[in-house]
């Protein structure tokens, strides 16, 4: 079983470059999040997605977008990567009470 | 927004040592859950909860929901290396579907 599938695992970007990190779930679940850790420290939700066509701001959703156009995929965008930016980014997945996490996207901004 | 405070932040201790955390919030959940994260991996669930004064073990791990349906607890007993990394507490709260994250309680272990 696939479950979340996040890419890259790893990526260095310069600032002010852009990037889409991908995230594709095949569980058919319609609640999809997006969360970054900083070192040492918990879960941050940038982005959730309740369903297709639907997406609303977490805690912190500055310098981030998002888009869900099918049920499977949410993609989060740093148009204008920025220092802050450097983190781990989780993608997450959830129906009913248990949520299933993709293995992160280290992305470090130079 | 909602906020779960989780405690300890962090625990150093002995192998052969029980353990306990906990989180609390002001809001009303109908669901707790426990999650652990390894370094370098994504969190896995441990424990689900749904009713208020469940208790459930899963191993040496045992998690109650509060009576309060405001607070979880986690023990894990006779700790061994394995069980170092982080745990996180979750929770959806009553009337809301979204998932709320704690803090992370990070576990760390003396051989």
Redesign the interface.
Known sequence: NAG?TQTPKFRILKIGQSMTLQCTQDMNHN?M?W?RQDP????K?IY?S?GAGITDKG?VPNGYNVSRSTTEDFPLRLELAAPSQTSVY?C?S?VG????????TRLTVV | ?QQLN?SPQSMFIQEGEDVSMNCTSSSIFN?W?W?KQDP??????LI?L?KAGELTSNGRLTAQFGITRKDSFLNISASIPSDVG?Y?C?G?IQGA???V????T?LTINP
Do not use: N, S
């Open positions: 979340v609640y999040y969360y040492g420290m918990g879960l939700l959730y309740v805690e989780f997450a959830h009470t248990e949520a299933f996490f993709g293995q992160g | 927004g989780q669901t859950l999650y370098g991996e994504g969190p896995v669930l689900a749904y982080i996180f979750a959806r579907q979204k998932l994250f704690g803090q992370g990070r």
